[in-house]
């Protein structure tokens, strides 16, 4: 059987039942061994509930699943929803890369997620004007194209800032030079030289 980080009340059950679940389901063993096989994953706390089972208390592997998360529910670590991710906003001062990679963290966290809604999370939530109104505009058919167009709005957003803050230094730096005092008898010695 592959290994499997061992479950004790620390990580998701239902996270801990699914990883079991498939690296089973490769194997394609029947319903007893399955069964057999899945106290070799718990220890401590999660062992101890296991051996109190009474013997032949549960008909198959989709029983002692159900019994094994209605017995650890409380340490389910609670997925998000959509109205989870609607919630989400581009906080002042957050660029839009860093509200991007934040959202999309947010969104792997939710399960069955419809892309209309992660649309319209996402486009709520942008401060970015140019951007919300081009998503908007454009109306992406996929998700690979919504983030494809945000990527490329960001790096726009990128170069056009670094290139208005390099003009800035050049006219703060002209401006410098205009302003400096000229003394005229230094002048005069450098022109004589």
Request: aromatic share 8%.
């Amino acid at each position: 059987m592959p290994l499997i980080e061992q479950y004790d009340r620390a990580a998701d059950p239902e996270d801990h039942l699914e990883t079991f679940k498939a690296l089973m389901y490769l194997q394609g063993p029947s319903n007893a061994i399955m069964c057999r096989a899945y106290p070799s994953t718990l220890k401590g706390s999660a062992r101890q509930w296991f051996s109190h089972l009474k013997p032949q208390s549960l008909a198959s592997f989709i029983d002692l699943g159900r019994a094994f998360l209605a017995n650890f529910m409380s340490t389910r670590i609670h997925k998000k929803t959509a109205t989870n991710l609607l919630a989400i906003r581009q906080q002042t001062g957050e660029s839009t890369r860093e509200f991007l990679t934040r959202f999309n963290r947010e969104a792997l966290e939710v399960r069955d997620l419809d892309p209309m809604v992660t649309f319209q999370a996402l486009s709520s939530g942008i401060r970015d004007r140019k951007l919300k109104e081009f998503l908007i505009m454009e109306e992406p058919t996929n998700m690979y194209d919504l983030y494809s167009w945000c990527e490329k709005h960001i790096n726009l957003a990128e170069v056009l800032a670094a290139e208005q803050q390099k003009e800035s230094r050049s006219e703060r730096k002209g401006q410098e030079r205009k302003e400096q005092p000229i003394n005229g008898n230094k002048l005069m010695e450098n022109r004589e030289q």
